[in-house]
């Protein structure tokens, strides 16, 4: 089994600041695409960004110039740098990973417990 633990979240004014981090931890070889999803009250869940292992980065265009995305392959650690953050960026927000497995040998996209950011306006 794999773990995926998120940190970060929290309550900020719009302009400001927040960095999410998201650690994979338990039966894993290697850690495959990483990624930030986020859900608002009452909308679906949309991609926020991805990172490939070799670094390459896609962002939603909502956030692209404000958020990036970043990963320490040694640590299985994703971060989320989010800047100049608005009110509409207040969601719950999830990581999710694609880990090949070290008990089963196959690939499985794991997803976090979420952590809300709430931006005031």
């Known amino acids: 089994q794999v773990q995926l633990v998120e940190s970060g979240g929290g309550l900020v004014q719009a302009g400001g600041s927040l960095r999410l981090s998201c650690a994979a931890s338990?039966?894993?070889?290697?850690?495959?695409?990483m990624g930030w999803s986020r859900q608002a009250p009452g909308k679906q869940r949309e991609l926020v960004a991805v990172?490939?292992?070799?670094?390459?980065?896609n962002y939603a265009d909502s956030v692209k110039g404000r958020f990036t995305i970043s990963r320490d392959n040694a640590k299985n650690t994703v971060y989320l740098q989010m800047n100049s953050l608005k009110p509409e960026d207040t969601a719950v927000y999830y990581c999710?990973?694609?880990?090949?497995?070290?008990?089963?040998?196959?690939?499985?996209?794991?997803w976090g417990q979420g952590t809300q950011v709430t931006v005031s306006s």
């Open positions: 999710n990973a694609e880990v090949l497995e070290r008990s089963t040998a196959h690939f499985k996209d794991y």
């Open positions: 338990g039966s894993i070889f290697l850690v495959s695409a």
């Open positions: 990172i490939s292992t070799g670094g390459s980065t």
